[in-house]
């Protein structure tokens, strides 16, 4: 395994493992892998080197139920916890982790939905409560200055890290912009952003990838395989494809068709290596010296192939062809991970909730 060169209280590996899969039913893999399958996965991940695991409390429920179960229950936004699946990745990966905690470097995230310092608090003591730690390794701020002013998260988390609860901070899909306002209102280093990065999602390298390598910060490229796109499993509009990948622009009948191209190319490189497409598209990432990635894994062997990427060292002459064969493939567009996913369940519920306070208030 290899891992980052940036000075952090532990090893951060350079691939690691994603859990948004952990108890989350859209992925569509069940109560076995949950409870069996995601704990050996881990405990195999440990095994081979990797450090790095990502998770999240809004992991481990449907994410477009998230307003009618608030409204239904009566929980307010400061309480978003207690909704049924709240963490259920957590708890899934503190559990696997059992005694090895330590060992790992845990990132997990949280929706400042209210920037109340108090509330930012009890979000962090919770998740490592689920974890089974008493201080996160780095604490994610998802989505930072969509919903609520970025200065008063970052007290909450400066509180936080004064108070040893956690490590590091860090910003999930923020632009150069915020990244810069986050680290102004923390003052001091946001250790990292997580952005989406592959062969078919490139945008980081206009300036987030400079940014990072010249400050010592890190990249950690979540969907690293575009969905799996790029493992070259799916090559027609019939192949089968769960929940998440049929509400995913790149799986258009029009997409796959203009994937084939690139996905040629990683074959070539592949065969070359005695590798897979998907291993060379990780290799691809990694190869930057400030990135991670982070790609979820459905058993214990594709956990073992993943990290074997990190193995991989990609000739100039391969890493162009692949850059090349990258730029050609333009996808048609479609909502992105985070407006679709997250941004937009929590506006419909901010929408509703002050529509339910305007009702009480009226009454």
Same mark, same amino acid.
């Given at each position: @395994?290899?891992?980052l060169?940036v000075?952090?209280?532990?090893k951060i590996?350079?691939?690691?493992?994603?859990?948004?899969?952990f108890?989350s039913?859209?992925?569509g893999?069940g109560d076995w892998?949950?409870?069996k #399958?995601a704990?050996a996965?881990?405990?195999?991940?440990?095994?081979?080197g990797?450090t790095?695991? !990502? =998770?999240?409390e809004i992991?481990?429920?449907r994410?477009?139920?998230f307003?009618?179960r608030a409204?239904r229950?009566?929980?307010a936004l400061s309480d =978003?916890a207690?909704? #049924?699946?709240?963490?259920?990745? /957590?708890?899934?990966l503190g559990r696997?982790?059992? !005694?090895?905690?330590?060992?790992?470097?845990v990132a997990t995230k949280?929706?400042?939905a209210v920037?109340?310092?108090?509330?930012? /608090?009890?979000?962090a003591?919770a998740?490592?409560?689920?974890l089974?730690?008493?201080r996160? !390794?780095?604490?994610?701020?998802?989505e930072p200055g969509?919903?609520?002013?970025g200065?008063?998260? @970052?007290?909450?988390?400066?509180?936080?890290?004064?108070a040893?609860?956690i490590?590091?901070v860090?910003?999930?899909?923020a632009s150069?912009?915020?990244? &810069?306002?986050a680290?102004?209102?923390?003052?001091?280093r946001?250790?990292s952003?997580?952005?989406?990065?592959?062969?078919?999602?490139?945008?980081a390298e206009?300036?987030?990838?400079p940014?990072?390598?010249?400050?010592?910060r %890190?990249?950690i490229a979540?969907r $690293?395989?575009?969905l799996?796109l790029?493992s070259?499993?799916y090559?027609?509009a019939?192949?089968?494809?769960?929940?998440?990948?049929a509400?995913?622009?790149?799986?258009?009948?029009?997409?796959?068709e203009?994937?084939t191209?690139?996905?040629?190319a990683?074959? #070539? %490189?592949a065969?070359? &290596?005695?590798? =897979?497409?998907a291993?060379?598209?990780?290799a691809?990432?990694?190869? &930057?010296?400030?990135?991670?990635?982070?790609?979820?894994?459905?058993?214990v062997e594709?956990?073992?192939?993943?990290a074997?990427a990190?193995?991989?060292?990609?000739?100039?002459d391969?890493?162009?062809?692949?850059?090349?064969?990258s730029? #050609?493939f333009?996808?048609?567009?479609?909502?992105?991970? $985070?407006?679709?996913q997250?941004?937009r $369940?929590?506006?419909s519920?901010?929408?509703?909730?002050r529509?339910?306070?305007?009702?009480?208030?009226q009454q």
């Amino acid at each position: @395994m290899r891992y980052l060169d940036v000075p952090a209280a532990k090893k951060i590996s350079k691939i690691g493992l994603g859990t948004h899969q952990f108890g989350s039913p859209e992925w569509g893999y069940g109560d076995w892998y949950a409870s069996k #399958e995601a704990r050996a996965i881990v405990r195999r991940a440990l095994e081979l080197g990797i450090t790095l695991f !990502d =998770t999240a409390e809004i992991y481990g429920y449907r994410a477009h139920r998230f307003a009618r179960r608030a409204l239904r229950s009566g929980i307010a936004l400061s309480d =978003t916890a207690k909704i #049924e699946g709240f963490g259920r990745s /957590e708890r899934i990966l503190g559990r696997a982790l059992g !005694d090895d905690r330590e060992a790992a470097f845990v990132a997990t995230k949280f929706y400042p939905a209210v920037p109340a310092v108090p509330v930012v /608090e009890r979000h962090a003591l919770a998740s490592a409560n689920r974890l089974g730690t008493h201080r996160l !390794d780095l604490y994610q701020v998802h989505e930072p200055g969509r919903l609520i002013p970025g200065a008063a998260v @970052m007290r909450g988390l400066c509180a936080l890290r004064q108070a040893g609860v956690i490590g590091e901070v860090g910003v999930s899909n923020a632009s150069l912009a915020r990244w &810069h306002a986050a680290e102004k209102a923390l003052g001091s280093r946001v250790l990292s952003n997580q952005i989406g990065y592959s062969l078919v999602a490139r945008g980081a390298e206009r300036d987030l990838l400079p940014y990072a390598r010249a400050q010592n910060r %890190v990249i950690i490229a979540y969907r $690293p395989l575009g969905l799996g796109l790029l493992s070259g499993e799916y090559p027609t509009a019939s192949s089968r494809v769960n929940s998440i990948r049929a509400t995913a622009p790149l799986f258009l009948p029009e997409n796959l068709e203009r994937a084939t191209n690139l996905i040629a190319a990683l074959r #070539e %490189v592949a065969a070359a &290596h005695s590798a =897979t497409p998907a291993q060379v598209a990780l290799a691809w990432v990694i190869r &930057h010296p400030a990135v991670a990635a982070i790609p979820g894994a459905s058993s214990v062997e594709q956990i073992e192939t993943n990290a074997a990427a990190a193995d991989i060292e990609l000739a100039n002459d391969e890493y162009a062809a692949l850059q090349a064969a990258s730029a #050609e493939f333009r996808p048609l567009p479609g909502p992105s991970f $985070p407006t679709r996913q997250i941004v937009r $369940p929590v506006r419909s519920l901010a929408a509703r909730w002050r529509n339910h306070i305007r009702a009480r208030l009226q009454q």
